[in-house]
């Protein structure tokens, strides 16, 4: 099978306007991230999808650069519009802004294409934290490994445990927060992105359960990895210090 990653990037953050080309030790972000992805056995190679010529100018030194319309909602749109001019069997989305993604997972979400049309990753829950934080998505799967849903709600609720304290709570099931990362079929995501939009994906703002608002298994894999994103400015020293740690 041949899977390409996809890196969508975008210019124009609101709250870090040019994020893919801030400097993390003296290198853009999107270099980062692409030198992760590059890592990844699995993939045969790695494009960043893009609607800003800046992005473009610097991502293509490292790898081939993708313009697209300025016009798409979101990042999966922009990887279909890739994805569709592209000879590939699978697509793997990998998020612009986390420099610290770990081949590894990348792997072993384009591993579960091998039977699943869609696939995504998640890890165990464990900062109380996060138990509450509408900004971490929680994940339910089935004994198969399927998503039965994704909230910003902490899922499932704990009926005899709802009193106790979120220490307590993360004690006594273990809830898996979501990693968005995502792997898709090629026809798949192409049909995915002509659906309308769902009313579970409009309530919770997740472009996820918009394939399962229409049926569409998800394969979720079990990963020993904390995403790490570059949301504000301030998290540019965050990341560099872990990287010096790592060093």
Request: hydrophobic residues 45%; glycine residues 4%.
């Amino acid at each position: 099978m041949k899977i390409i990653g996809i890196v969508p990037a975008r210019y124009a953050s609101t709250r870090f306007p040019g994020k893919p080309l801030a400097l993390i030790a003296g290198r853009p972000l999107i270099q980062h991230v692409i030198e992760r992805c590059q890592a990844a056995k699995s993939l045969s190679e790695v494009i960043v999808a893009t609607d800003d010529t800046r992005i473009w100018e610097v991502a293509q030194e490292f790898c081939r650069a993708e313009m697209t319309s300025p016009d798409h909602a979101n990042g999966t749109d922009r990887l279909a519009e890739v994805a569709e001019r592209c000879a590939c069997d699978a697509v793997i989305n990998i998020q612009g802004d986390e420099p610290l993604i770990d081949p590894a997972v990348i792997d072993a979400v384009a591993a579960a294409l091998d039977s699943a049309e869609m696939a995504t990753a998640a890890t165990p829950l464990r900062d109380p934290a996060e138990y509450e934080n509408p900004n971490v998505v929680k994940v339910v799967v089935n004994a198969a490994g399927r998503a039965l849903y994704f909230s910003r709600r902490t899922i499932p609720y704990l009926r005899d445990a709802a009193q106790r304290s979120a220490v307590e709570q993360l004690a006594a099931f273990p809830f898996l927060k979501h990693i968005g990362i995502y792997g898709y079929r090629r026809a798949t995501l192409l049909r995915l992105v002509r659906w309308p939009v769902s009313p579970l994906e409009a309530a919770e703002q997740l472009e996820q359960l918009r394939a399962l608002d229409h049926g569409l298994p998800l394969a979720v894999v079990r990963v020993a990895y904390e995403s790490i994103g570059v949301d504000v400015p301030a998290d540019v020293k965050r990341v560099e210090q872990i990287l010096r740690n790592a060093s």
